[in-house]
Structure formats: structure tokens, C-alpha cells
């Protein structure tokens, strides 16, 4: 049996039927698209007051910042230590809330490390390795972020319990508020990190 040549073949064609008008006032759903809100930026509640993971949030925060997209940063409890002035008061309201101030005292250059502390040597080590590298330290980091237009904001419930007053934090800081105030930021943004 020979098998039929393909131009004797004819393949049935079936119409397409056209897509409905669109109603009055609505527009195509490539056009619907355009127009939803995009949800652009980055937050990051910085709750850890060790250098490495103060350092990698500031990495994310410089390259989204760098990037042309909102960052804000909200910082509460350990974190408080990174936008702390380094000759902030260390007296408290009573004697709890002096004795955290002094054994934290805050500022940026004076975070320990996550692992390998060995007593405040292990981070005067990690910066001068990263100086080899030519990466920023913290504190240069937060300057930085700040001219790059990165948003800090600092828990005010937190500073209460800490015994700071705004008077202690860097003048940097863009507000101070509670988590209704990140949540906002939060709710529209696409990349929300805990560090």
C-alpha cells in the first residue's frame, strides 16, 4: 500500500472566532497589569547587634539602595547598637536599664562577633582582613547607606527598655516609631528580611 504524498493530504482548517469586545471602561488585561501598584523595596528589621550579621545586612541594604530601589531599615533590641552614638549615656532610669548600657555600650565599631569574639579581638581581626579587601567597616557602611537614601528607622518601644532617648542614637536616624511604622513600609515592598 502506498502511502498518500503529503499535497494529496489537505489538512481541515477550523475558524477562529474573534475575541469578544471589551466592555466599556475596561481595558485589555495586558493594560490592567501596567497599572496594579508595584511593589518595589526592601526592608530589613536589623534585630542582631553582631558585626557579621550587621555587616550582611548592610551588604543587601547598599545593593538594593545602589540598585535605585527603597531600602528602610528597622532597627530594635541588639540591633539599637548600630545607630547608637559610641559616647551615648550609659545611665539608665534604674539600675537594670544602666547596667545594659554598660555592657552595651552601642556604637557601630564596637559590635562583637557572632563566633570567634575572643573578647573583642576577634572583630578587630574580621576588619582588618576586610580592609585587606578594601570592604567597608560598619560604621562606614552606615554613612554610606544614609547617603544613598536608605531609611532608618529606630523601635521606639525598644529605646525604652534599652533606657536610650533619641539624644543616644546617631542623628541619621529618619524616625522613630513603632513596627505599625515598618509594617507599612513592609506591606509594600517586595523583600522583607529578619537579620
Excluded at 75 to 85: A, H, K, N, Q, S
Excluded at 120 to 146: I, T
Aim: glycine share 8%; charged share 15%; net charge neutral.
Amino acid at each position: 500500500m502506498v502511502a498518500p504524498s503529503p499535497s494529496a493530504t489537505s489538512i481541515p482548517t477550523v475558524p477562529i472566532p474573534p475575541d469578544p469586545p471589551a466592555a466599556a471602561g475596561t481595558l485589555p488585561e495586558s493594560a490592567q497589569a501596567d497599572e496594579r501598584p508595584a511593589k518595589d523595596g526592601v526592608t530589613i528589621v536589623v534585630f542582631s547587634g553582631d558585626f557579621d550579621r550587621v555587616q550582611a545586612a548592610f551588604n543587601i541594604a547598599l545593593g538594593a539602595a545602589s540598585s535605585g530601589l527603597p531600602v528602610t531599615m528597622f532597627f530594635t533590641f541588639w540591633g539599637l547598637d548600630v545607630i547608637t552614638r559610641p559616647n551615648a549615656t550609659r545611665v539608665g532610669r534604674d539600675p537594670l536599664r544602666t547596667a545594659f548600657r554598660w555592657l552595651k555600650p552601642g556604637g557601630a565599631a564596637r559590635l562583637p562577633l557572632t563566633r570567634f569574639n575572643f573578647l573583642g579581638l576577634g572583630p578587630v581581626l574580621m576588619r582588618r582582613l576586610m580592609g585587606q579587601f578594601r570592604m567597608p567597616a560598619v560604621d562606614q557602611m552606615v554613612e554610606l547607606a544614609h547617603s544613598l537614601g536608605v531609611r532608618f528607622i529606630a523601635c521606639t518601644i525598644t529605646m525604652g527598655v534599652m533606657g536610650l532617648t533619641e539624644s543616644d542614637l546617631l542623628p541619621i536616624v529618619d524616625a522613630y516609631a513603632g513596627v505599625a511604622t515598618y509594617l507599612a513600609d513592609a506591606r509594600g515592598s517586595d523583600v522583607n528580611l529578619f537579620i
